[in-house]
């Protein structure tokens, strides 16, 4: 890689541009050559020397001559002479060309090849002219790493501690490495900030850079970013590569202790599982210990937490678990105790109960009052449903006026707790309604033929359950529908059985009710059909009959007046 005019800082740690060339000026006559002063190369590239000359009256030269400097010496490289290159054995052959304009090509360099050339330029008798370029080979360092300690760091220790390391290989000439804390660039301080640097040179002449960062920290610093950046010369510029950002631990004792309720305390109920959580600010957490209070003294329940998490799990919690609890810490690097203290106040619903007025058995026709009650450390609101779970009413009372087997059902009351979701109990009552059997349903008239086979129905409603009886006997078949019974009586149709009908008779211990089924001839009902089908008929021609007279009386087609009146009487009595 070829150079420009360069000049800058020292070659030792940054590299800058130059503005002059070095002229070989000697008396009028002399070969006058000009050269870059600085010219710089990336390692492994090729660099390319320039080598400008002139010579007195548009002369020509005899040779050019490329030399190296080594120890003060002149070491010859190659020789360049009616248009051949003939080279010398030294370390250079097979890197060296010279193109058209006599500019010295090196390829592959590498640090070692940091030195001046030196090119000479022959005119014969006209004597020799020479100048010389310093030829720099930089390596642009890798990316920093950097390795956060490992091991705990205590807050406001007396002696500054290791923070991290941070290496950056390969680079020429040698980087130099910075450290920053949350952005800001840090700076050696005594007694609270230390930086150490170490530099190798491989066998290749690259250099590794190394520092260290040794610091006093606080616990503010748990939250602190670490990075560091090495910094390096290219073309006159400063540049800089930076590491990634790391953490550090950071140790230091415990100065507050917080305990809660999970969930919310106004909002735990019987069932629910609680947590305890207690939380400590130092690092590493200290040792958790949890008591529940009693009467005289206080109860160890630690086993029933992580003591290293500081959680105390409560599982179905009930009234039972209400109380104060107390976490106790104790913080291993002070040996300090503390201790923080939280009431669990666990909400319920218990002693659901219904009263009934009157209490006595229930009959068709009188009325009940159901009322409700339960304890409960929050306020709560009444709800009647039926057996269904359809809601009746609200409130802690429920009234059933006229009451009848219908009546009848499981209600049940449930309380619940509006400050509290999900906090509900409930409590049921049967209302049972008695008396006597009422049949409410039978196959009656019942339209058979004799011989036919046929279902004879009686449905009932009763409390207690009744029974059914048949005054005939047949094959029986009997469905309960809570205080409904059916019963379903299968008979062949005999003359007695169509003349006398059947009897359904239920019967409870209150009581007793029967209904007659009766039994028509289905000829007969057949006949009737006829007659009353043939009487319709005759209704329906004299009422077409009617209107044909009317539409011809209206016509004028049959006289009305008297004297019709007289022919019609007249031909009558004839």
Not at 135 to 146: F, Q
Request: charged share 20%.
């Amino acid at each position: 890689m070829a150079g420009g005019r360069r000049g800058g800082p020292s070659w030792g740690w940054g590299w800058g541009w130059g503005c002059c060339l070095l002229l070989c000026c000697g008396a009028a006559g002399d070969v006058q050559v000009s050269m870059p002063e600085v010219v710089e190369a990336e390692s492994e590239s090729t660099a390319r020397i320039e080598c400008g000359f002139s010579i007195p009256g548009n002369g020509s030269y005899t040779h050019i001559d490329w030399f190296y400097v080594d120890r003060g010496s002149l070491v010859k490289l190659l020789r360049v002479a009616g248009g051949e290159v003939l080279e010398e054995e030294t370390s250079y052959k097979g890197r060296l060309s010279v193109g058209e304009d006599m500019a010295l090509a090196i390829s592959k360099v590498t640090p070692q090849d940091t030195r001046t050339f030196v090119c000479q330029v022959g005119a014969g008798s006209q004597s020799v002219g020479e100048n010389r370029t310093e030829l720099r080979v930089y390596k642009v360092p890798e990316t920093p790493e950097i390795e956060a300690s490992s091991a705990g760091i205590p807050a406001h220790s007396p002696s500054t501690l290791k923070i991290a390391q941070c290496v950056s290989e390969n680079s020429f000439p040698p980087a130099n490495i910075t450290w920053y804390k949350n952005g800001e660039q840090l700076q050696a301080e005594e007694n609270k900030v230390k930086i150490l640097a170490t530099l190798t040179r491989k066998s290749s002449g690259l250099y590794t850079v190394s520092s260290s960062l040794l610091a006093v920290v606080t616990r503010e610093d748990r939250s602190s970013l670490f990075h560091c950046a090495v910094h390096y010369w290219l073309r006159g510029q400063r540049l800089s590569k930076a590491s990634r950002q790391v953490n550090i631990t950071v140790f230091y004792p415990t100065q507050h202790v917080e305990l809660h309720i999970v969930p919310a305390a106004a909002l735990v109920k019987e069932g629910d599982d609680v947590k305890l959580v207690c939380e400590a600010d130092g690092n590493p957490a200290p040792v958790f210990s949890f008591y529940k209070k009693l009467p005289e003294d206080w109860q160890d329940v630690s086993s029933l937490a992580d003591t290293s998490s500081g959680v105390l799990s409560l599982h179905g919690v009930n009234k039972s678990s209400s109380g104060l609890y107390r976490c106790q810490i104790l913080d291993l690097d002070d040996m300090m105790q503390m201790e923080k203290e939280v009431e669990l106040v666990v909400n319920y619903i218990e002693g659901v109960r219904v009263q009934m007025e009157p209490s006595s058995p229930l009959h068709e026709g009188d009325s009940v009052r159901l009322s409700c009650s339960a304890h409960s450390p929050v306020d709560l609101d009444f709800q009647w449903r039926d057996e269904k779970g359809r809601k009746v009413a609200e409130g802690n009372q429920l009234v059933l006026r006229n009451l009848t087997f219908e009546t009848s059902s499981n209600f049940s009351c449930r309380a619940v707790a509006r400050s509290v979701p999900g906090l509900e109990r409930s409590k049921q009552v049967a209302v049972a309604v008695q008396g006597k059997p009422r049949i409410v349903a039978i196959s009656s008239p019942l339209y058979v033929r004799q011989d036919e086979v046929v279902n004879l129905t009686c449905k009932a409603i009763a409390f207690p359950r009744p029974s059914v009886r048949w005054s005939i006997n047949g094959t029986t078949h009997e469905y309960v529908e809570n205080r409904h019974v059916a019963s379903n009586l299968t008979v062949r149709v005999s003359p007695d059985l169509l003349r006398a009908g059947a009897m359904c008779r239920v019967s409870n211990t209150l009581g007793v009710s029967e209904k007659h089924i009766q039994l028509l001839d289905g000829k007969t009902s057949e006949s009737k059909g006829v007659i009353i089908v043939a009487i319709i008929v005759c209704i329906l021609l004299v009422a077409v009959l009617g209107s044909v007279i009317y539409f011809l009386h209206k016509k004028g087609k049959i006289p009305c007046g008297r004297a019709g009146k007289q022919d019609i009487a007249r031909n009558t009595s004839i």
